[in-house]
């Protein structure tokens, strides 16, 4: 029974390992991504690196291209005013294309940005995946865990320059 138990995990744990190395060497994978900006921190409602002009209204993010610039909208050349999907979930469906580039438009803790994915990175070519060593009793090392006396709430800063509170349980 043990030996079923553990044959159930490991192979969970394969077909985990496998769709998570597919994830990050995809196109628009961690490698690809080139930055993130926040679209309210921005002058002039211009982006580095990134085409058109970007607003936030009470419905949510404006797009204005003057020119099709390489955008496509329905897989259509785009010029004009579009509301990119913007998401806090799965970034497919808040993706614009930009010729082979993509551009993620999440919104976190509230705040809306843009996330820039170029395939053709240097960091993308040049990543092998994840990294992984086999488990076993010689790769355990003892350990102590200290904790603090009082709850500590340090300020962290997020990707888009933003400092919030890191809880640490003590």
Same mark, same amino acid.
């Given at each position: 029974m043990a030996t079923d138990v553990f044959g159930a995990w490991w192979r969970w744990r394969w077909r985990w390992r496998e769709k998570r190395e597919e994830s990050v060497t995809a196109p628009c994978g961690p490698p690809a991504s080139t930055g993130t900006h926040g679209i309210e921190d921005q002058p002039e409602e211009r982006l580095p690196d990134i085409p058109g002009n970007w607003t936030v209204d009470g419905k949510g993010i404006v797009l204005t291209v003057a020119e099709?610039?390489?955008?496509?909208?329905?897989? @259509? =050349?785009? *010029? %004009?005013?579009? @509301? =990119?999907? *913007? %998401?806090?979930?799965?970034?497919? *469906?808040a993706r614009v294309p930009l010729g082979e580039k993509r551009l993620v438009v999440p919104v976190r803790e509230g705040v809306p940005g843009a996330r820039g994915h170029d395939p053709g990175t240097e960091a993308r070519r040049a990543s092998r995946g994840i990294e992984a060593a086999a488990r076993g009793p010689r790769r355990v090392v003892p350990g102590r865990f200290t904790p603090y006396e009082a709850r500590r709430v340090p300020r962290l800063g997020d990707t888009l320059g933003r400092a919030r509170a890191f809880a640490l349980a003590r």
């Open positions: 099709t610039g390489g955008f496509q909208v329905g897989r @259509r =050349p785009f *010029a %004009g005013e579009v @509301r =990119p999907a *913007a %998401g806090t979930g799965t970034e497919t *469906a």
